[in-house]
Nanobody, 126 residues
Framework: QVQLVESGGDSVQAGGSLRLSCAAS????????MGWFRQAPGNQREGVAA????????AYTDSVKGRFTISKDNAKNTLYLEMNSLKPEDTGMYYC???????????????????WGQGTQVTVSS
């Protein structure tokens, strides 16, 4: 089973930047499509960004396009989310997840992902 551990969450001012990391163990992430998700209190978990297993394709939800970048370093077995121009509405718990199977080329849907980390908190203040 894939073990995922997120890190990098913090409290920042609006307009600031953060880089989240997701370290994997037990299995290599080069075999999996990976996604970042977030969940604010009282809201459903939403897909933020996804990357194909080989890193060749990415997909983002509209609200983060041009501000967030998902990437993966298969040699380090680590997934990243670079977040710039952060807004208060980006606040939430951020999770990474892994899935096998079809790459759909669209923002990730939580129910399609099999393995999840415990999350890292991002708080953006105005």
């Amino acid at each position: 089973q894939v073990q995922l551990v997120e890190s990098g969450g913090d409290s920042v001012q609006a307009g600031g930047s953060l880089r989240l990391s997701c370290a994997a163990s037990e299995y290599t992430i080069s075999n999996f499509h990976m996604g970042w998700f977030r969940q604010a209190p009282g809201n459903q978990r939403e897909g933020v960004a996804a990357i194909r297993y080989n890193g060749a394709y990415t997909a983002y939800t509209d609200s983060v396009k041009g501000r967030f970048t998902i990437s993966k370093d298969n040699a380090k077995n680590t997934l990243y989310l670079e977040m710039n121009s952060l807004k208060p509405e980006d606040t939430g718990m951020y999770y990474c997840a892994a899935k096998s199977g079809t790459w759909w080329g669209r923002p990730p849907i939580p129910s399609e992902y099999n393995y999840w980390g415990q999350g890292t908190q991002v708080t953006v203040s105005s």
